[in-house]
T-cell receptor, first 114, second 109 residues
Framework: EAGVTQSPRYAVLQEGQAVSFWCDPI?????LYWYQQPRDQGPQLLVY????????NSQLPSDRFSAVRPKGTNSTLKIQSAKQGDTATYLC????????????FGEGTRLSVL | GEQVEQLPSILRVQEGSSASINCTYE??????FPWYKQEPGENPKLIID?????ERKQTQGLIVLLDKKAKRFSLHITDTQPGDSAMYFC????????FGTGTTVSVSP
């Protein structure tokens, strides 16, 4: 069974540039999470979806970040105008609500904003 | 938002000894408590978990304890090996999965 797939693996930007991250969850997983993990810190939840609906985006900086999951499968996280403080690894995870098990993570996208 | 406090942030132990990590949480609606191990440059990987209807679980040198009254749970690594050196995260799941702040475990030969 394929795991959670993320792309790109790495991104390097200048401040002010835009970037999009893509996530393909495990087939059949209805719940999808996006986390931001700064270096040497724990993953911090940005947003999560159940199917195509946003369940919680309270920690998503709404002025520059956006996330969609239009068909309840793949998801895209976009940073409109990147700042140096956005430098982090962006992790996508997915799970199935029905078995209440731990979400499984993709390899992440490492973002550096110069 | 919800928080999970994790201590210590750094833990250095000798090979063969045990290592313990403690986490406390606020929201008693949480019903599932996984632990993740993360090695440099890799994603977090689930190593053990415990559900709210249990107090203790053990697997392959790992023990997790859950005290729901005190809103506290802990991971104990017995007989540590250099390969156990990594970052460890506790997490709790109610509506969403919330992570602790992490513990860097370093096992020296």
């Amino acid at each position: 069974e394929a795991g959670v797939t993320q792309s790109p693996r790495y991104a390097v930007l200048q401040e002010g540039q835009a970037v999009s991250f893509w996530c393909d969850p495990i087939s059949g997983h209805d719940t999808l999470y996006w986390y931001q993990q700064p270096r040497d810190q724990g993953p911090q939840l940005l947003v999560y979806f159940r199917d195509e609906a946003v369940i919680d985006n309270s920690q998503l900086p709404s002025d520059r970040f956006s996330a969609v999951r239009p068909k309840g499968t793949n998801s895209t996280l976009k940073i409109q105008s990147a700042k140096q403080g956005d430098t982090a690894t962006y992790l996508c995870a997915s799970s199935y609500r029905g078995n209440n098990q731990a979400p499984l993570f993709g390899e992440g996208t490492r973002l550096s904003v110069l | 938002g919800e928080q999970v406090e994790q201590l210590p942030s750094i833990l250095r132990v000798q090979e063969g000894s045990s290592a313990s990590i403690n986490c406390t949480y606020e929201n008693s609606a949480s019903n599932y408590f996984p632990w993740y191990k993360q090695e440099p440059g890799e994603n977090p990987k689930l190593i053990i978990d415990i559900r709210s209807n249990m107090e203790r679980k053990q697997t392959q040198g790992l023990i997790v304890l859950l005290d729901k009254k005190a809103k506290r749970f802990s991971l104990h690594i017995t007989d540590t090996q250099p390969g156990d050196s990594a970052m460890y995260f506790c997490a709790k799941k109610g509506r969403a999965l919330i992570f602790g702040t992490g513990t860097t475990v370093s096992v020296s030969p």
